[in-house]
């Protein structure tokens, strides 16, 4: 058996694809290989990054919190940088910014928490003690409470545990039926996830239709369901109490920071179990000026962006991904936008793998473990290997095109070496 000699073909295909004299500037030096130091180096090497040697990754995946969510526009880094140089009472920053939030998206209130999950934490607390000091102290111990939460079994997920840290049990229910009896006075909340719309036999306007009839707040957990930005105010506007959402997934604010949005007797009583009060449930997940200022920043910046022309940049960023990838013989492409979460332009890539002796992940593999690393969609979605310049920066789609060309070609050459 032939040994394959990735790194000459890796010359050889770089010097004879067309792609090599016009992409050159934008590759890090060491895709190259050594025998090209003298490249530029377009990419500016992170020195934190380096000095801690943690590798850098190309995100060609959407918003995951295990890749660090998002990376921060410009602005949002300043007004981050720039609320940490003064002292302000946490609350009446709490309280501006939420002012502020609440006028823009045209909601009642609003607060910035710790990320979606501490607001899924804070919001059931808000449901559970209302301002009730005594109660706020007490939890997460709530005998006597309204301790109890409903919830439909399809929508069940990692994330409930943020809403049971509250101290209550989850009642699971899959119809009507269900949902009307499950309702008791010991009924805090009904929790609803938009990601899980379609899979539960309860919609949207049904679960807020039974809460209001029957007077219990209702919480839609929609974290990761920007864009299109009309969700920021949709679900308050079609009768939910309360929704949260990431502020460090679409939103692109900081990592550690996530909306609230809602009635105002539940945001203040939300406020009420949060830091800086020290007895309360809230006080680990406690957001600091940095990241208030900075997800207001970058929700004023959201709001401003041009949707459309960000998603038609989205789609050339894909265009010619395709294009690139497509011109290796028996890589096939498509196209798809996930419903709700990540609702955004994916490119997947198919072939025939036993011909090609590449499994798809045995090539998601080996382009994280690659040089430039870039972390794609693989066999838990759909279509299997898939692509999204949602997360990626501008010229990245050049890298990662080149990337999956490579990892095909080297592929298609071991097999014909046998
Ligand atoms: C990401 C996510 C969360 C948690 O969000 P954080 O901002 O990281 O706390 C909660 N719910 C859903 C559905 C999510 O996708």
Not at 294 to 315: C, M, N, S
């Amino acid at each position: 058996m032939a040994i394959f000699d990735w790194r000459a073909s890796r010359r050889n295909f770089l010097a004879t694809s067309g792609l090599f004299s016009s992409w050159a500037g934008f590759l890090p030096r060491r895709l190259f290989g050594a025998s090209s130091t003298a490249r530029p180096r377009a990419k500016k090497p992170s020195s934190i990054y380096e000095r801690l040697g943690v590798r850098t990754r190309i995100n060609a995946k959407g918003t995951y919190t295990y890749l660090t969510g998002s990376l921060l526009p410009p602005e949002v880094a300043e007004a981050m940088t720039d609320a940490a140089q003064h002292y302000v009472l946490i609350e009446e920053l709490q309280r501006a910014v939420g002012a502020k939030i609440s006028s823009l998206l045209g909601v009642e209130a609003a607060c910035v928490t710790s990320g979606a999950a501490g607001a899924l934490t804070l919001g059931t607390a808000a449901c559970v003690t209302g301002s009730d000091p005594e109660k706020i102290k007490r939890l997460p111990e709530t005998a006597g409470m309204k301790n109890e939460v409903i919830i439909q079994k399809a929508h069940r997920y990692g994330f409930d545990h943020a809403v049971r840290n509250v101290g209550v049990r989850l009642v699971e229910v899959e119809t009507e039926d269900d949902l009307e009896r499950a309702i008791n006075e010991k009924t805090a909340m009904m929790h609803f996830l938009n990601e899980a719309q379609n899979q539960g036999k309860i919609g949207l306007e049904k679960w807020v239709e039974v809460g209001k009839r029957r007077g219990i707040p209702t919480f839609n957990d929609a974290a990761a369901d920007v864009p299109p930005v009309s969700h920021l105010s949709d679900y308050n506007k079609m009768g939910f109490d309360l929704v949260c959402f990431s502020g460090g997934k679409g939103l692109r604010g900081p990592q550690c920071s996530g909306l609230l949005l809602g009635r105002k007797d539940l945001i203040d009583a939300a406020l009420l179990n949060n830091n800086p009060n020290e007895d309360t449930i809230g006080r680990p997940m406690k957001v600091g000026k940095e990241e208030i200022a900075g997800l207001y920043v970058a929700l004023e910046r959201y709001l401003k962006v041009d949707h459309e022309a960000e998603w038609k940049a989205w789609e050339k960023q894909l265009d010619l991904m395709d294009k690139e990838v497509t011109s290796v013989p028996g890589i096939h492409t498509g196209r798809f936008v996930p419903e709700v979460a990540n609702h955004v332009p994916h490119l997947y890539f198919q072939w025939d793998e036993t011909a090609l002796g590449l499994t798809k992940a045995e090539c998601v593999k080996q382009l994280e473990e690659g040089e430039p690393s870039v972390v794609c969609l693989g066999d838990d979605y759909p279509y299997g290997l898939s692509v999204t310049p949602f997360m990626m920066k501008p010229g990245e789609e050049k890298i990662v095109a080149l990337r999956l060309k490579q990892v095909f070609i080297e592929a298609q050459k071991k097999r014909a070496a046998g």
